[in-house]
């Protein structure tokens, strides 16, 4: 009779996935958490839902005077507002998306650990199974001859 074999599957030591968000989040510097947070106020409905309201006051009091006309028509003091505005938030923005870059590329690279851990627990299992399959060939085997060998001794005791 042939001994069936396995292989060996004893524990593997494969790190912890680790949670990518967290580990970024507790390196980031405070300029990288007031870009993240410029950014998202910046790129939100709420602020520019805001802006517009506030534009459309200084618009409308510089042209009714009912205050002063602080920034007569065509409103170069709000053109300048608008243009600083824009200089400090485009660079403040792109850093944040530069971050993000960076994260992303982080992620990419633990998500192909984890694909690497993946393959290799699968071609474990496929292992296994495989031999599996020749254990049940062989006592498939095994079974056809003791059901050959009952039937010869049967047919000469009968």
């Known amino acids: 009779m042939k001994k069936l074999t396995f292989p060996d599957i004893s524990p593997r030591t494969t790190e ?21 947070w410029v950014a998202s106020t910046i ?4 602020f ?22 602080w920034d007569p028509y065509p409103f170069i003091l709000m053109n300048l507002l608008l ?18 870059a ?20 699968i071609r ?4 296994q199974l495989e031999a599996q399959n020749l254990a049940l060939i062989e006592l498939h085997k095994m079974q056809e001859t003791i059901t050959r060998r009952i039937d010869e001794l049967s047919k000469t005791s009968g």
């Open 16 to 36: 912890v996935i680790k949670n990518t968000n967290e580990l970024f989040e507790s390196q980031l510097s405070r300029g990288q958490r007031a870009s993240d």
């Open 43 to 46: 790129g939100s409905w709420k």
């Open 48 to 69: 520019i839902l805001w802006q517009s309201f506030f534009f459309a006051v200084w618009i409308f009091m510089n042209l009714t005077a009912f205050i002063n006309h």
């Open 83 to 100: 243009s600083t505005q824009a200089a400090y938030t485009a660079p403040v923005i792109m850093m944040s998306q530069n971050r993000q």
């Open 102 to 121: 960076a994260k992303d590329r982080v992620e990419a690279h633990n998500d192909y650990l984890i694909n690497l851990k993946a393959e290799e627990e």
């Open 124 to 127: 474990t299992v496929l292992k």
